[in-house]
C-alpha cells in the first residue's frame, strides 16, 4: 500500500536528494538505472544499493504511484493497461507491436476537455491534467510489460487528453525520456524524432512547442477541410480556426524541420465524400503536409460510425490523385477497446451499473 507520506519517486532530482542525505552523487544513476533500465518494480530488488539506502528509499518514496486495475491483450498482441491514480482517477496507455518495432501511447488529463464528437474521451470532460511523474509512469509500466529482449521504439502522445493544455507536465516527462540513463533527469535516450505529440490545434501552444527546440513530431487532429464542418466535429475549432492552425504548424515545420501531419478520422456521411478529400486536398497544397487517414473505432454511447472500407479507399484515391502524402492508420487492439478513453468509459460505466439500484 502507498503510504501517504511517501514521494513519487519520478518527480524527485536524485542528484539533490543523495546530496542533501549525504549519499554518494552514483547512487542517482544506479537507481536511475533500476528505474528506466532494469525495469525494476520494488526498492528492494536494486541489489547494487546498501541496504540502508534501500529501506531509506522505501520510506521515503513510492516507485509506482498507480495500480493496474486492468491489463488487456488483444489477438494482435496490443496491450492496453487501465491506471488507477493515488486519487482514485483512472488513465489508459497502450502497447502497440508491429515486427521489430514497439510503440507506447500515453495519455496526458484524465478525461479531455476538447469534445470531438467521435471521442470516448471526452465524453466525460476533463477532470485533471497528469502530473509528470504519472505520465512517465505510464511509459515505465508499459515497458514492464514487454519480453526482456523488447525495447520501446517509439512514443506517441495519443491517449487521453489534449497534450498541449498539458505541456507544463508534459516535457519535464518527454526531455527526462529523451536523455540518457546516465545524465541527471534521465531517461531513456530516446531520440525526440521517435516521438510524436498530437494535438486538437491549438495555435499558440503550438508555436511554444516549436520554441521549445524539442524537435519531436507534430500531429494536428484535423478531421474536415473547412471550418464550417470542423468546427462541428470538434467544437473548440469555433474559438482558432482551421487558418490560424495550419499557420501554426507551418511555422512549427519553419522551426523545427519536422514535417507535421493532419490526422482525419473518417466518419461514415460526415466528412467522408470524394469532394470532402479534394477540398482538403486544395487546403493543404503548398504546405508540408502528410495526412493520416484513420479509421473510426466505434464508441459505444456515440451514434456515429466509421466509413466503409469501400468509402476509404475512395476518400485515400481521391487525395493520392491530388498529390497529397497519405497513410491509412492500421487499426490496434480492436477487440480490447484500444481507442483512446474507451477502457475508462467502460469502467465507469461498470461502476454506474454497479451502484445503480436494483
Ligand atoms: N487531443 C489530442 C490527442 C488525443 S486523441 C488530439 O486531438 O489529437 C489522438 C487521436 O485519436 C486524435 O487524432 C483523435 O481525433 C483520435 N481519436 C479519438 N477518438 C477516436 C475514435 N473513436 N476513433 C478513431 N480515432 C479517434
Redesign the pocket.
Known sequence: MNDVQTRPLLSVDLEHWCDEHNVPGYRAGQIRRWVYERRANSFAEMNDLPQALRTQLEAEFTLFTSTIVRHQVSTDRTEKLLLKLEDGETVECVLMRETGRRTVCISTQVG?G?G?I????GLMGVKRNLTTAEILEQVLRLDRVMKDNERIANIV???????LANLQALMPALRTLTMLVTEPGGGMGLSPRRITV???GLPDRMRELADSDFGCNL?V?L?APNDELRSRIVPVNKGTGIAAILGAADDYFQKTGRRVSY?Y?LLAGINDEPEHARELAKLLRGHQAHVNV????A?SPLDLSGSSQERTNSFVHELQACGINVTVRKRKGADIDA???QLRLSESEHVMLDAAPT
Open positions: 479531455c476538447m470531438c467521435f471521442c470516448a474521451s502522445v495519443m491517449g487521453m487528453g489534449e497534450p498530437s494535438t486538437v500531429a487532429s478531421h490526422e478520422v484513420i479509421p473510426m473505432n464508441v481507442a483512446c478513453g
